[in-house]
């Protein structure tokens, strides 16, 4: 069953969540709870690998990890000390059990298994590459790209091959990988995708977020360096570096919305970070009024710092239910534009001849405002000012990040004006750029060199896009429309 909400289009939408486990009895039991904690992170299929030393056992399946991975027969077939898991998004592409991660090979030197989180930029060209050298593909996955890659590299040992596998690709990823030898765990060399470590006694732990590592009682260890290969063989912790260094450009949009506020990315607190941007909207786009109103649940963080720095009392003046799954949305247009008050409804006794601040984390198609913008006036609202904690979306993605296409992003269409029209709010403004760079702690967005990726807002985009160049157009990124992670 696909549970995800159907009234999530108007959110950037992280495709995946990766957590390994090295050295603990029932590894998959553990590698589960993991990626409950990751689930946010993708809501249409999961799957666990496990090494019991001698065999990889595998299961994947369509829906969430809680009704596949909590019964005890699936997780007695997964034995071994050694596993990694992954939840995944699938975009406008087909959602296919072949798709599911972690994705599996008989190698020359062994099994080898791969959960990845991020996007391969190069990856058409590769495959085109493979396919007329012979390779044949069994996923429409750019992560089997990399394993095609490993399987044909000239060099000998299995971890050279991995690196001259990696030295091939463009783009964004986040691997934990399973071989016969020991599990290894990286990042690109721009870090754009998270990836942290932890440890659990003697266990070592590997996940998109520090969250996971919590639910699993670990500890936090420290982040996988942008460019860095963890590799862990027998209990033992060995670190490298083939790559180059450069300057990290983790994806800002971690900060804004991926992440559970929760968890710590480099540093900070996620939670600490969205009330920080919810002030700086506050100084930057006043604007009178009675009530400051979070859309759920995402827009509740920076809410908070709006109505702490405003002076303006914070209310929750839209109730969500946590009960709508896809399967229970019949399609309809009808059906569909009543469908958003199964996810969202007005508080009527709260807001009816109120002035209200709407805060939300970001607008893409702009589909779920007008509809939320429209509940509200419905219930009685005087007046509604829509304030965004991040900057207008006016960019594809290419990292990893499911985006529509830049036709379809409100921002990339219409200026600030018609998008107030579009939505039919009294006003509308967004955090600018500076203003985000300043709730991460720093002065501004650096010109030549920002910290951060943030290629969604301003088009700068930190890596070569061969594919996106060669082909021109977001809609023939079949590859792309159809990956996992």
Known sequence: MLTTHPFDDDHLREECGIFGVSGAEGAAALVALGLHALQHRGQEAAGISTFDGVQFHTHRAMGHVAGNFDRDEIIRALPGNVAAGHVRYSTTGETALRNVQPLYAD??????????????????????????????????????????????????????????????????????????????????????????????????????????????????????????????????????????????????????????????????????VRKNIGAQLAIEAPVEADLVIPVPDSGVPAAIGYAQQSGIPFELGIIRSHYVGRTFIQPGDKVRHLGVKLKHNANRALIQGKRVILIDDSIVRGTTSLKIVQMMREAGAAEIHMRIASPPTRHSCFYGVDTPERAKLLAAKMDVGGMTDFIHADSLAFVSIDGLYKALGEAKRADIRPSHCDACFTGDYPTTLTDQDELGQVEQFSMLEERVG
Do not use: W
């Open 107 to 272: 190698l020359a030197s062994g099994g080898f298994a791969v959960a990845h989180n991020g996007n391969i930029s190069n990856a058409l060209r590769l495959k085109r590459d493979l396919v007329r050298s012979g390779s044949i593909f069994q996923s429409t996955s750019d992560t089997e790209v990399i394993i095609h890659l490993v399987a044909t590299s000239s060099y000998r040992s299995l971890l050279d091959k991995f690196i001259d596998a990696l030295k091939r690709v463009e783009g964004a990823y986040s691997l934990i990988c399973m071989t016969p030898e020991g599990m290894i765990a990286c990042r690109d060399p721009l870090g754009i995708r998270p990836l942290v470590m932890g440890r659990l006694g003697e266990t070592i732990i590997f996940a998109s977020e520090t969250v996971a590592l919590d639910v699993v009682g670990a500890e936090f260890e420290r982040a996988v360096d942008p460019g860095e290969l963890v590799i862990v063989q027998d209990g033992k912790v060995r670190s490298i570096r083939p790559f180059k260094p450069v300057a990290p450009r983790p994806c800002i949009f971690e900060h804004v919305y991926f992440s559970r506020p929760d968890s710590i990315v480099d540093d900070q607190s996620i939670y600490s």
